[in-house]
T-cell receptor, first 112, second 114 residues
């Protein structure tokens, strides 16, 4: 009974491709997030959604588009992948606006 | 602007020794403070949090942290480190309000010597 799950765990792709990462939480939380962890392990928030509504949209290229079909799911679609997109992407969830966040296991994206 | 600094990029301690990981934050008001641990290849797990009240907070796995407003610090401590504590540790600050945004420090890698 995984709380926050992500698929796939690993994703290797070529530059220029389009890919999606999926996230699901079964905690009944209202808010979901995407974070990017770079090669130096620095974590930075990208987006957050409250009940399918975009709340936080940090300075992220518009090639990245989050989609929330319902409050239990937040997917990340990335167009025209670039080498610099290689990173680990973490999904997280919390109660509405809560800072105590529960993280998924991460998706390691490698762009060749 | 809010920021979090973890001055120690890498720390090595012997098993059984005490541990203190430093965290300093910059924030205009009293923030919400967190420590997360990331084991290799894993997601982040919450160790403990401070919202208000008692400035010494207890967490899981025998960790504790102390909030010191005068020093803008929230250092993580453990009296006796186990080999399984080897991991990456992140301090984070969250703004009160309803965005839930967390700002993370750079992380401290803990290595435990047998």
């Amino acid at each position: 009974d995984t709380a926050v799950s992500q698929t796939p765990k690993y994703l290797v792709t070529q530059m220029g491709n389009d890919k999606s990462i999926k996230c699901e939480q079964n905690l009944g939380h209202d808010t979901m997030y995407w974070y990017k962890q770079d090669s130096k392990k620095f974590l930075k928030i990208m987006f957050s959604y409250n009940n399918k509504e975009l709340i936080i949209n940090e300075t992220v290229p518009n090639r990245f588009s989050p989609k929330s079909p319902d409050k239990a799911h937040l997917n990340l679609h990335i167009n025209s992948l670039e080498l610099g997109d290689s990173a680990v992407y973490f999904c997280a969830s919390s109660i509405l606006g809560g800072n105590e966040q529960f993280f998924g296991p991460g998706t390691r994206l490698t762009v060749l | 602007a809010q920021s979090v600094t973890q001055p120690d990029i890498h720390i090595t301690v012997s098993e059984g020794a005490s541990l203190e990981l430093r965290c300093n934050y910059s924030y205009g008001a009293t923030p919400y403070l967190f420590w997360y641990v990331q084991s290799p290849g894993q997601g982040l797990q919450l160790l403990l949090k401070y919202f208000s009240g008692d400035t010494l907070v207890q967490g899981i796995k025998g960790f504790e942290a102390e909030f010191k407003r005068s020093q803008s610090s929230f250092n993580l401590r453990k009296p006796s480190v186990h080999w399984s504590d080897a991991a990456e540790y992140f301090c984070a600050v969250g703004a009160p309000g309803n965005t839930g945004k967390l700002i993370f420090g750079q992380g401290t890698t803990l290595q435990v010597k047998p």
